[in-house]
């Protein structure tokens, strides 16, 4: 088992994370760094969520910018707001013995003016969420024209959120970048469109465990019932749960707010996301959650884009995805770092066969348990 140093990551960074208790490379970390230190590359990494894939592209990235030179380098692509925060805030965690590195966090949902001001200091690499990023280049307040290293991180989440049209026009700034890293948990039509159209032909592809996109850590549970049974029984297991925290997933924003009201009359603590939330109503929400003074957050697939709230015992599925590679993302939420978790399926006897399609397509197996703890 090789270790960062053996990878070729500088002492100063390994220091970094030392203090984050990140010694044992993982899969991703020991597959992807070597490469990427090696030589300019464009890459296609697929790996599951919650594998190490920030510090698989973070470390080789800040070993190829110049701290001298007062200019952004490198771009991170990221779908949300929560994800592009997260993602900075552990570049600097891993630059605390380095030379100065400089990253700056833009996104929607944050006045324009402010981060306009910020990006006035000295900046290496910008971390941006799509819209955000062409809104700034449009104004004249950012200037990529000397990035060497663009980084798609949760590709496909960008492209479920509907990002395709801003992803084709900042790749087309940026046709002279020297790495283009693309990074996703699956590969969708879309994806592909985006490797054909922006990447090298000899773009480096590395899958890590292509036959099990969904974290090994996570016990897949179904348990049938009628519709009408299923907030009884997530009761239930919220009750047999008591010091656990996790997020139950929705399909609509009205199902969500419903079924969000219907926990807090019933004195959980719940609070809900869904698209129709002002920024900082999420962001509220978001802390208490990360706090632990909420116990559950109510979400639809695209309001969950990028929460890492660590120790997430369980998601449960009130209502099944439309989509696999939503199946995989909900999951993904639980069972990070190392950790194991469970994923519950609440589900009506026609639905039987979405979980059976599921089984089959995403290669993992589901356990029926007739009753919650």
Known sequence: MKNFKELGIHNDFIKGLNDLNIITP???????IPLLLDTNTDLVGQAQTGTGKTAAYGLPLLQKINPKLKVIQGLILCPTRELGQQVAKQLFKF????DKIFTEAVYGGEKIELQINALKRPTHIVVATPGRLIDLVRRKAIDIRQVKTVILDEADEMLSMGFKNELDEILSFLSKVENKWLFSATMPHGIKQIVNEHMSVNARRITINSKDVVNKNIAHQFLICDENDKLQILLDFLKSEPKSRGI???KTKAATQKLCKQL???NILADGLHGDLMQKERDKAMRAFKKGTLQIIVATDIAARGIDVKDLAFVVHYQLPNQEEYYTHRSGRTARAGKEGVSLCLVTTQEMKQIRFL????????KQIRQVK
Not at 26 to 32: A, N, S
Not at 95 to 98: D, G, L, V
Not at 359 to 366: C, D, P, R
């Open 95 to 98: 630059t605390k013995y380095s």
């Open 248 to 250: 139950v997933f929705c």
């Open 264 to 266: 807090i009359a019933k």
């Open 359 to 366: 089984e089959k397509n995403l290669n993992i197996s589901f």
């Open 26 to 32: 993982t899969e991703i970390q020991r597959e992807v």
